[in-house]
């Protein structure tokens, strides 16, 4: 994802929580699993996966909540929004919302996953490939 920046900035709705990431993403995928929708309020969710050593707060500190066995996701205690996703299986990376970052149109997705799941009603035309839950590990685009 070369067209990325060097440094990307996001944050929270009211501002208490703000994030940085260095370098260019691993992915960027939309999930459209149950536990993503029901964790935002979102019929899809976009995140933007990072090495940990990638991803750092740059001002206050999110509330963290265990979603699932071997999940933890983030969000500001004050306003609510969503900030990060972290899964057992991908132990070194933080899956950020992308919609947080400052300019969350700087790279575009490659891919959705847990399609199986997706809302009948919401329709998509953008040719991205679809994978049913995750996308094979050897691939850069799985969440
Ligand atoms: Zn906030
Ligand atoms: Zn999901």
Redesign the pocket.
Known sequence: MSQAKAEQTGGCLCGAVRFKVSGAPLWAAH???T??RRATGAAM?TFAGYRRAQFAYAQGAPQRFNSSPGVMRSFCGNCGTSLT?EGARWPDEVHVHLSTFDDPAAFAPQAH??TAEQMPWLKLADGLPRHATTAPAAKPDR?
């Open positions: 999930c459209h699993c536990s993503c969710v996703y996953v847990y969440p």
